[in-house]
């Protein structure tokens, strides 16, 4: 950024990244006042002024405590951009409409409109922008979730403040008038929270989070703009910043109207009777008698010390709270060139892999090239699992997107939920985290609206007020699982058959089991409720969350008990660009079982197996009856084992249920670089893909679902 073009807002958001110790960027903050303030007016000129010379000390190593010091640039800083607007807003008449200032005295909020991007405008900056603020919006909206349930976490409120400071600067630089007035107005509105004026809690935390959404609209405005779509201020704008200006109008307290700090009214105190602005007894004085007020409006209420005077003890008090510890160093990287290198890395896989198998490295004549491949194949998956760790990113952000969530929705059922995150660190492939984020919101609007109840409820029911909603993720045998559980109703099994009767889903619920019934919530149109809400109950919500896991050749399962809650279980591989699979050999053809599937393998005794209606073969593998699919058949493959006594039945998933696949043999378990089929081939049913394998033969990677849904479609079921 040229020093020449900072503006008073790009030096504010620079001013919030400078260390005490940083010179060169002190000597361009200093150079850059210098010059804004030769032809600004006076009101401007003084507070740069002052600035510039406790920059000088600093930068002279005169400053006894540069960190406080730092925090009083700032401020003067915001006083002159306070200022510079003062100043604008009486200018207004000479600028037009378009241009027209928030007037903060007067009755109109109005902020300028504009339906293109600025002329000047840098594309390239306008998309580093973009994504930085979507980084900071992120991050801000995790520290209101714990601003609003701990309002007395500094930190939390110093993230917020920081998040919309930068992008208010930023946005300025950039010409982005909206994004920047709503920032400022939020800024504000948030200083007044960090100075313990008010609390952020119940309306006050309700139009921080207004706030932070209508900073995500305008985002995505000037990300569609610059697509050529024009730029169409959202609605609501204008009343937001309005209210951000003077919030009390709009009587938004929290529950028990308290606006005091929850500090020790003397630790503001103790900082001015030790800087010598006043007297000891004067401050105690001035704190028992208060009464409602904030501790340092009492103060120069009192005429005890001036509003300069405690802004400042206020500001030093802020700089003793430490500051977060360094972020760790990173570099971005455009996607597409990353999806590339992960393309190139596979192919080095399969070549390698094409190398080790050829028949001249294993006739064992060549021990000394053997060796070396062997050494490269090492190299290779070395490289292959740091690749995929780069694109492993942690669910953090999904979880605290539904935590958003979870807040939004039982604020509008007017329930207590609490909810607890439990592995927001677990790491999955960014491609994926995108894709489980429609399945998750489904999960928890179904556990919010179906299963907790309301507080009364809960209450006749011996159950406690607050519902407990509980998302959990973690690793387990090469897959990622994300558990949704609650303590709410549960599934009604008796509920579940009657409207399954009624939609014509089955005849009768008699001899059903337990995974059957509850596989049929999972049908397009299925719901169980007799209102919809405008939450759910239309029953489009858990097909969409079979078919979108199933998509990500994952699966769902569910256990739940009536009276006590439910539990959703989605387990998904950790990526779709590497299959853990199980290479199976039926007939002449090998086929790739994916092993996040398979539960286990047997040869089955001849008296397990029977024969069911002469329609299907079944198999009592533990005292549980499950049906047997005949691979060959389903794909017409010839010279395959027919007698399951000598072959192997491999227990798959199936949903809720399991079913037996017969094979000749399982050969081996490997990593596979999974690849569609292709538009010439398009879908086929029970397979979703298809990897060349060490001798560059391709094996087709099965689907158990759809194996499952192909053979129950088969009128001859594998009946030999």
Do not use: W
């Not at 349930?149 to 919309?164: I, K, L, Q, Y």
């Not at 007297?279 to 009492?298: S, T, V, W």
């Not at 390698?352 to 294993?362: F, G």
């Not at 660009?577 to 539960?599: C, E, F, S, W």
């Amino acid at each position: 950024m040229n020093q020449e073009k900072l503006t008073l807002n790009d030096i504010a958001a620079l001013i919030v990244q400078i260390e005490p110790n940083d010179l060169a960027d002190l000597g361009r903050v200093r150079s850059a006042l210098s010059i804004i303030s030769e032809s600004s007016p006076a009101s401007v000129q003084k507070p740069i002024a002052e600035a510039v010379k406790k920059i000088d000390q600093m930068t002279e190593g005169k400053a006894s405590d540069p960190s406080a010091l730092l925090v009083d640039i700032g401020a003067l800083i915001e006083e002159a951009i306070d200022a510079m607007e003062k100043f604008s807003e009486e200018e207004a008449s000479f600028l037009g409409p378009d241009l027209e200032r928030v007037q903060i005295d007067g009755p109109s909020h109005k902020v300028g409109r504009s339906n293109t991007l600025p002329s000047e405008a840098d594309p390239t900056l306008l998309g580093e922008f973009i994504t930085e603020s979507q980084d900071l919006i992120a991050s801000a909206e995790v520290a209101l979730l714990e601003l609003e349930n701990n309002p007395d976490n500094t930190e939390a409120v110093n993230t917020v403040f920081r998040a919309f400071h930068t992008i208010k600067g930023t946005s300025a630089f950039l010409g982005l008038d909206q994004i920047s007035e709503l920032s400022h107005r939020a800024e504000s509105f948030l200083s007044r929270v960090r100075d313990k004026e008010i609390r952020c809690t119940r309306g006050y935390a309700d139009l921080a989070f207004r706030s932070v959404d209508m900073l995500k609209d305008l985002i995505k405005i000037v990300q569609d703009a610059l697509g050529g779509e024009p730029m169409v201020a959202p609605d609501g704008l204008d009343d937001l910043i309005a209210l951000l200006v003077e919030p009390e109008v709009a009587d938004i307290f929290d529950e028990v109207g308290e606006t005091e700090p929850a500090e020790t009214p003397l630790r503001l105190g103790d900082i001015l009777v030790a800087q010598g602005k006043a007297d000891r007894e004067e401050i105690e004085g001035a704190a028992i008698d208060r009464g409602d007020q904030p501790i340092g409006l009492a103060i120069v209420r009192s005429g005890t010390a001036s509003l300069t005077e405690v802004g400042r003890a206020l500001r030093k008090q802020r700089s003793m709270v430490g500051t977060p510890p360094a972020a760790e160093s990173s570099v971005r990287v455009r996607t597409d060139r990353l999806d590339h290198l992960i393309e190139i890395v596979g192919e080095l896989v399969i070549g390698h892999s094409m190398v080790a198998q050829d028949k001249t490295i294993n006739s064992g004549n060549y021990l000394e090239l053997q060796r070396k491949v062997n050494h490269t194949g090492k190299i290779v998956r070395q490289v292959q699992d740091l690749c995929m760790s780069i694109r492993m990113v942690p669910l953090k952000a999904t979880v605290y997107r539904v935590a958003r969530l979870v807040r939004d929705l039982a604020r509008r059922r007017e329930i207590m939920i609490n909810f607890i995150p439990v592995g927001e660190d677990t790491e999955i492939d960014r491609n994926m985290v995108d894709l489980i984020n429609d399945p998750l919101v489904h999960l928890i609007r179904n556990a919010v609206d179906h299963g907790i109840e309301p507080p009364a409820e809960r209450e006749r029911n011996g159950k406690p007020r607050e519902g407990t909603l509980l998302l959990k993720a973690f690793h387990s045998g090469g897959n990622v699982v994300v558990e949704i559980s609650d303590d709410g109703r549960g599934l009604d099994r008796g509920k579940i058959i009657e409207k399954a009767i009624a939609k014509g889903l089955i005849q009768s619920g008699k001899g059903m089991s337990d995974g059957e019934i509850v596989d049929l919530i999972f049908q397009p149109g299925f719901s169980t409720v007799d209102k919809v809400t405008d939450i759910s109950g239309r029953g489009v919500g858990l097909d969409v969350v079979k078919k979108a896991v199933e998509t990500l050749r994952g699966r769902v399962d569910v256990s739940s008990e009536f009276g006590k809650g439910s539990t959703f279980s989605v387990c998904l591989p950790l990526t779709m660009a590497i299959t853990d699979g199980m290479l199976v050999k039926v007939g002449n053809q090998r086929y790739i079982l994916p092993t996040i599937n398979i539960d286990m393998s047997f040869r089955p005794d001849a008296e397990a197996l029977s024969t069911v209606a002469g329609r299907g073969e079944t198999v009592i593998f533990k005292g549980k009856i499950m049906p047997i699919f005949r691979l060959h058949r389903l794909f017409e493959i010839e010279k395959a084992v027919e007698d399951p006594t000598r072959g192997l039945l491999v227990i798959i998933g199936d949903g809720n249920q399991r079913c037996a696949l017969l094979v000749d043999e399982l050969v081996e378990q490997q990593q596979v670089v999974a690849k569609s089929l292709g538009d010439g081939i398009g879908k086929v049913q029970g397979i979703s893909g298809g990897a060349i394998l060490g001798d560059g033969r391709v094996g087709l990677i099965l689907d158990p679902q759809g194996i499952a849904t192909l053979a129950r479609q088969t009128s001859d079921m594998g009946v030999p």
